[in-house]
Structures are given as C-alpha cells and as structure tokens.
C-alpha cells in the first residue's frame, strides 16, 4: 500500500507565496510521473503541473511562470513552489503519482491540501 501525503496549504494575501508538499511513503519500488491537480466547488479536477521522473515539467497556462513544480526522488517527495499568488488559485490542491511496487504501475492521490488566496 502506498501512501501520499500533501502539507503546505493554508491561507496567503494575494501576491504572496506557498510550498506545498507531497510526500510518499509504503510499498515504493520507484515514482514515475507526478502532478499536482487542483478542484474548485463545481468544477472538475484541472491539472496544473507535471513532472517525470526525469524532471521533465509543463505547466497550465494560467500558472506559466509562477508556479514551479520539482522533486526530490531520494525523498519520494513532490514540492509545488507557488509565487504572486492570486485570488482565482484558490482550492483544493491534490497531488498525484504513478507509484511501481510489485512489477505492476498504479496511481494514487493524496487527501488535497486547500489553498485560499484572500485578502
């Protein structure tokens, strides 16, 4: 069984700065892609940025440029780097990843961490 587990949300003035974490732990042979994903009421889940396990990234247009996705794979950790942020950022902020454990591929979410930009 694999666990992740997202940390660094909360609430940040417009024009300011965030971290999120996403860390992965249990069955964990190696992490393929990662992403962060974020849901707002009533709307579906968007992507928001990815990375391969090669460090490959791409981003959504409306975070091009503010927004910085990274990992550390001795850490089995994702981080989401969230500068000048704006009110229309806020939501839930889920990560995702492509976990091998057991010669089989599965993907996983995290519980979401919310993000309220907010003066």
């Known amino acids: 069984q694999v666990q992740l587990v997202e940390s660094g949300g909360g609430l940040v003035q417009p024009g300011g700065s965030l971290r999120l974490s996403c860390a992965a732990s249990?069955?964990?042979?190696?992490?393929?892609?990662m992403g962060w994903y974020r849901q707002v009421p009533g709307k579906e889940r968007e992507l928001v940025a990815h990375?391969?396990?090669?460090?490959?990234?791409h981003y959504a247009d409306s975070v091009k440029g503010r927004f910085s996705i990274s990992r550390d794979n001795a850490k089995n950790t994702m981080y989401l780097q969230m500068n000048s942020l704006k009110p229309e950022d806020t939501a839930v902020y889920y990560c995702?990843?492509?976990?091998?454990?057991?010669?089989?591929?599965?993907?996983?979410w995290g519980q979401g961490t919310q993000v309220t930009v907010s003066s």
């Open positions: 249990g069955s964990i042979f190696s992490i393929n892609a």
């Open positions: 990375i391969t396990s090669g460090g490959t990234t």
């Open positions: 995702n990843a492509h976990v091998v454990s057991d010669n089989t591929r599965t993907g996983y």
